[in-house]
């Protein structure tokens, strides 16, 4: 992967890719963004970059470095492990993995790179252990923290460390890519890329996901015929949500949500090209004629008081009940 592949991040992208090309990376960083928002794509491209044999800001992806790179063999990029069933990276693997292992030499190029991901999962103590090679790091060790929060950090690891935030991508670039890589269609892609929030990582596995494919039609077929609805039929409803998606109840909201926006947008504008769903523009236009502004209002603030029960550990199958019942 080279940087020109990665979609967005340009301010991360240049700061990296500056210090490739002039040789002075810093001996540490941590790279802040949600889960699967591309933390891992751009630490291998730097890693990659530093390593490789043709110097410049991209790596090659032809010489020996870059194809070990690729490979995931490389000796002189180290992805530190932790165990699977511990939330926790613990001091042991951190002095194992790091602290022991930086006093040995690259192998083979000039850097020797460690990638901790999930770094948010450090603890206290190998925190501290990790600040020993924080404070005085051989010349040739470069430390990559990937983390989806800098809130767990201590301030002394953080002042030792190079900071960069990604940010989420639009939904125009996110639409883009999934009907490019993922030849879908576009009224397809924009209800990934509204659920998928800027995270590229996520679209792609929404995209791939069929269970998506089949909640999506599900809360689609009972918003659209809310109105034929008895009391007793919304709770049934209801239930079966709870039961099929008891863990994913907040996607049910989202949908909720891209539903009644479109309803709003169409009512505004009448144009089936402005909405996410535009498969469902009939049913969309009915309801857009059916109600009115004050109800959809009132529907969306009901949605927002539902997420909020549910923070609340409300259970989501009575938090349900109530939403189908508001909105009815």
């Known amino acids: 992967m080279k940087f020109s592949d990665i979609i967005g ?23 802040e963004g949600e889960k699967l928002s591309g933390k ?14 043709r110097g410049g800001d991209e790596p090659c992806g032809e010489c020996h470095s870059c194809k070990m790179a690729a490979s995931g063999n490389h000796p002189d990029i180290i992805r530190v492990m932790r165990e699977k069933k511990s939330n926790e990276i613990k001091i042991g693997e951190i002095r194992t993995q790091v602290t022991e292992d930086v006093a040995v030499r690259p192998y083979y190029g000039p ?9 948010e999962k450090i603890n206290l103590p190998s925190q501290n252990a990790l600040l020993k090679t924080l404070e005085d790091p051989p010349a040739y060790a470069v430390l ?20 960069l935030s990604l940010t989420p991508l639009s939904d125009v670039q996110v639409t883009g890519w999934l009907m490019r890589n993922e030849n879908m269609p576009e ?29 999506r039609q599900t809360v689609v077929e009972l918003l659209a015929h809310m109105d034929d609805r008895a009391p007793d039929q919304l709770l ?20 909720f949500v891209i539903w ?14 402005a909405l996410t769903y535009q498969e469902d523009a ?18 969306l603030a009901a949605i927002a008081k539902a997420r909020e029960h549910l923070a609340e550990r409300v259970g989501s199958g009575r938090v349900m009940q109530q939403l189908l019942l508001e909105i009815r």
Request: charged letters at 25%; aromatic letters at 10%; a positive charge.
């Open 144 to 163: 990559l923290l990937l983390a989806t929060s800098m809130d767990g950090f201590l301030q002394t690891v953080l002042s030792r460390c190079i900071k």
């Open 187 to 215: 009224y397809e892609a924009k209800v990934i890329s509204a659920f998928a929030q800027g995270n590229l990582g996520k679209a792609g596995s929404l995209a791939e996901s069929e269970d998506f494919a089949q909640m």
């Open 260 to 273: 009644y926006r479109d309803v709003l947008v169409y009512k505004a504008l009448e144009k089936k090209e």
């Open 282 to 299: 009939y049913a969309i236009s009915q309801a857009a004629r059916r109600l009115s502004y004050r109800k959809l209002k009132a529907n």
């Open 9 to 31: 991040q340009d301010a991360v992208k240049a700061h990296l890719q500056r210090a490739v090309r002039l040789k002075q990376p810093s001996q540490a960083y941590i790279l």
């Open 111 to 119: 850097y020797k790179i460690y990638i901790i991901d999930e770094a």
């Open 40 to 53: 891992k794509t751009l630490a291998n491209a730097f890693a990659a970059a530093l390593l490789c044999e």
């Open 236 to 255: 049934a409803d209801a239930d079966a949500l709870d039961e099929a998606y008891r863990e994913r109840m907040t996607e049910i909201f989202d949908f």
